[in-house]
């Protein structure tokens, strides 16, 4: 664990939730073992960051109990910058996993209420945004409730205006809003953010009518510096001003994918932050996303530049030698 000795270059906000998932195969009915951790896009992206070298920070809101202890815990055991408000009228939320079967994972959220969708633009501090380099946001939070969509919507804000570049991750949940009410509001925080990451059915809930590689492209005429489109084991596609820039994926052995994407972001915007070609970028990023799949857990397995180095490079990884 690295300690942060300056203003994090990443900040993230979001609710992270404590996870409980079954250690077998099969559903939630038969099920008799179950684990217990916590899991939250924003934070996956943070703890990502952080084991990639880039100091982050993570906000947002927990209950007043165990679970809520819990988030905190283990966010601040990897090294992050943890601002939390303790919310003592709401509980933390919770998502249980199952696996259906050996090719399949099924999540169930809880989080109506919670403490983390009470998230508000009073819960950010002065200069928490403004000092960093950039801000990391999700669809999640724009989705999870009207005072989480305002607290996103004036960090943004505050991000501008300190030139602060703005990520955003689509990250649609059919479960927080149907298509027809999400899009058009997913679409208003793309068109505010400088990278803009998202899947093929993503980009085409947001630019509806057209195909992912249009949908990017359309964003880009609007003013996006960067639309990454995420095609998991098929790779990955920058789109800029320049050009487009593709990366193919990598084939491995799958265990769970949920997180895959949390990852796949962390590794690109490490690259961003340490100078890398997007190519190189994009390459750190699939290995990332491949990484995390081959084990269980939604954050757990995010990788370390070493490992990502060995991955990448066989012949560097002194058991193969």
Known sequence: MRPILGPPRVVAVGETMALMRTREIGSLRHAHDLTLGIG????NVAIGLQRLGIDASWLGRVGDDPLGERVVRELRAEGLDVRVVVDSTAPTGLMIKERPTSASTAVYYYRAGSAGSRLAPGDLPPGWVEEADVLHVSGISALVSEDARECISEAIERAHSAGVLVSFDINYRSALAPCEVAGPILRSFAERADLVFGGPEELNLIVP??????AAQRLVRGGRREVILKRGADGAAVFTPDGVTEAAGFIVDVVDTVG??????AGYLSGHLQGLSIAERLRRANACGALLCMSPGDWESSPRSAEVERFCNPA???VSR
């Not at 939250?40 to 934070?43: I, V």
């Not at 009518?209 to 249009?214: I, K, S, W």
């Not at 895959?260 to 972001?265: K, L, Q, S």
């Open 316 to 318: 560097l990884d002194p």
């Open 209 to 214: 009518g057209l195909d992912p590689a249009d």
């Open 40 to 43: 939250g896009a924003e934070s």
């Open 260 to 265: 895959a994407g949390d990852a796949f972001v």
